[in-house]
């Protein structure tokens, strides 16, 4: 990609910030070189905040697509007879560039997906942590040796590479989605085709000349951003080259890719849409359950699969939580995600940006009070005004919808049964969140939860150590853990006759 030698004249971007723009790797990893798509396609990116094109990006092909997974697939045997110290020290070493690099890698992130820099940070730290997390679990793949119940055999159990992995990302984590996945597949011994959100491939195109440097093998991890995402990847599920799908993405896609999945019954792992729960009873600690409230509101601008979607507060306490979390929300300074002291920055695009305004209009429509906010902001790019909503209906669509954008729901309740059964009243089952100071029912209700995780008197639960997941129509699998690693290998038992 040519440098551009300075910004022109009109753009809202620093000098740094387009030296940062021109720097980073703009093409497709391909078998360790950075390649064009075949036709020379490109697509823009932009900065949400401005609407500005910040770059063009190569637009991969079907063949493109093809070529990167023939890449993996080339790679696929030596990668997996690599010893796991190996493994574990290219995932450190790249561990530690990203700490190196974090305050511009940040900067990029923020300028191609608009989160305020310091959640960018916050973010980057997130990601490299998989990485520090997965080094080590690629040095405990274990096994085992068992005798028959006959006693005429012994069962000797180990794990293998699944082999060649499809792996795709969504736009709001655009680092950290990426390395939940490469974390784990890299320590197992399996290499990937990786397709990053069209939004935001800079993040990931930046992660993967990291790897690289950090001394990953040419063809383990291929990126090909695209336009096209259904006929890039569809023939690649259906070509029987590769052995696993991993999906971060909405229910509704993840639904497509099960059903192609199926024909070549690929391995899959589903990191899909949420609507959670955020419930607070008569006896929490409210301080805390407002400041709970921000984090699993806020985070992100609330474009998170675990953002508190519908927030219940015991009618005896729902005023005073409403007056406390409206006054902070309004407190919020929203703008540009490079902006000293923005604490929220703009939704991914319009289309998002009118999706929570038609949600927000709908609930009004339906009976709820604004508390605070309730506008899109009128200004350039696609912000929204931090808002709190009370008494909102459970017909409301932002009860069945995820919102994705800075808006807090405030629903009444009565009793612990009635709670759990709105709770649970969902087809998603990501996270919920549960605020108590009685231990029994913090138990009680965080069991009876339809979730694969609780938060119990915590506004977060993502943490790389942590098994993250969900259930019903919000997944399958686990990523992170101890347990992630095992998404990425197959066991194997080998009998052996001892007659
Ligand atoms: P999306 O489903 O529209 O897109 C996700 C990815 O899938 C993108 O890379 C997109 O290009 C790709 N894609 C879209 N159609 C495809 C197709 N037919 N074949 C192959 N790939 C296709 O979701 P999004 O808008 O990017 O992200 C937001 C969604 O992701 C929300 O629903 C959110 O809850 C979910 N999410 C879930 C988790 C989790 O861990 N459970 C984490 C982050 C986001």
Redesign the pocket.
Known sequence: MSTPAAAPPLSALTDREWRLIAAAPHQLLVDGRWVDSENGATFDVLDPATGEVLCAVADATPADGRRALEAAVTAQSSFARTSPRERADILTRAFELLHERIDDLALLMTLEMGKPVAEAKAEIAYAAEFLRHFAGEALRIDGGYQTAPAGDARFLITRQPVGPCLL??????PMA?GTRKLGPAIAAGCTSVI????QTPLSMLALGAILAEAGLPDGVVNIVPCTG??EV??PLIRSGLARKLS????????K??LEQCADKVLRTSM????NAPFIVFEDADLEEAVAGAMTAKMRNMGE??TAANRIYVHESVIEEFGSRLAEKMAALRVGRGTDEGVTVGPLIDEAAQAKVTELVDDAVTRGATVLTGGTACDRVGYFYTPTVLTGVSPQARMATE?I?GPVAPLTPFSTEAEVVAAANDTPYG?VAYVYTNDLRRALRVGEAMESGMVGLNQGVVSNPAAP?G?VKE??LGREGGSIGIDEFLELKYIGIAMG
């Not at 795709?168 to 984590?173: A, D, K, L, M, V």
């Not at 999906?247 to 993840?254: A, M, P, Q």
């Open positions: 795709i990302t969504p736009w709001n984590f989605m397709k990053p959100a069209p995402a259904n990847i569809e999906f971060t993405g909405s229910t509704k896609v993840g497509i890719l990191e899909l849409g949420g998170a699969c995820e994705f990501l993250f969900g919000s997944g």
